[in-house]
């Protein structure tokens, strides 16, 4: 498959579960981000990545953990999550780091936490 | 604080008529903005870009920097345009989105 892709796409787990989203680029891009959107706010930057290192750290919850093994690949390891991080979680990728860059978007993960 | 505000959540028209969705913008340098799209059942992607100068499925953005706005238009809307708009300002390595505006356009 072509472009941003991440798995799974939709995933509910209990606040005590350790849970792996996926997001798997194949532009050949070298910067990748996380971010979250919940109803009725902005989209929120929790993370940027470029040639695999972490450049920004968007003050998100130590429960929420990152990972970038290589350009193309970025997991964002979930624990002990609470309800209000239920959220629509989108990774994208763009050529360089940089907001001047376009940005392309997966389709995104709906977790949901009880 | 870098802020980009869309006033209005939904922005409902019929078929042919004018489409202004409003963005402005909190920016202490020399703004980047953008618009980006989202369609039903798909991902969001770039509209188009502020730099491009350039029109894009009949939708024109010009940047007013006196006003600190960046409203994006189209003269005669289409039902194929109902979608989310979001406009988006770039900060040095990361991009500052709105909150959105829902456009819903009638037959």
């Known amino acids: 498959e072509t472009g941003v892709t991440q798995t799974p796409r939709h995933l509910v787990m209990g606040m005590t579960n350790k849970k792996s989203l996926k997001c798997e680029q194949h532009?050949?891009?070298?910067?990748m981000y996380w971010y979250k959107q919940s109803a009725k706010k902005p989209l929120e930057l929790m993370f940027v990545y470029n040639f695999k290192e972490q450049t920004e750290n968007n003050s998100v919850p130590s429960r929420f953990s990152p990972e970038c093994p290589n350009s193309s690949h970025l997991f964002l390891h979930l624990h002990t999550l609470q309800p209000e991080d239920s959220a629509l979680y989108l990774c994208?990728?763009?050529?360089?780091?940089?907001?001047?860059?376009?940005?392309?978007f997966g389709p995104g993960t709906r977790l949901t936490v009880l | 604080a870098q802020r980009v505000t869309q006033p209005e959540k939904l922005l409902s028209v019929f078929k042919g008529a004018p489409v202004e969705l409003k963005c402005n913008y909190s920016?202490?340098?020399?703004?980047?903005l953008f618009w980006y799209v989202q369609y039903s059942r798909q991902r969001l992607q770039l509209l188009l870009r502020?730099?491009s100068r350039e029109s894009i499925k009949g939708f024109t953005a010009d940047l007013n920097k006196g006003e600190t706005s960046f409203h994006l238009k189209k003269p005669f809307a289409q039902e194929e345009d109902s979608a989310m708009y979001y406009c988006a300002l770039s900060d040095t390595d990361k991009l500052i989105f709105g909150t959105g505006t829902r456009l819903q356009v009638f037959p």
């Open positions: 532009l050949g891009h070298n910067a």
């Open positions: 502020h730099i």
């Open positions: 920016y202490s340098g020399s703004p980047e």
């Open positions: 994208a990728s763009s050529q360089d780091r940089g907001g001047a860059d376009t940005q392309y």
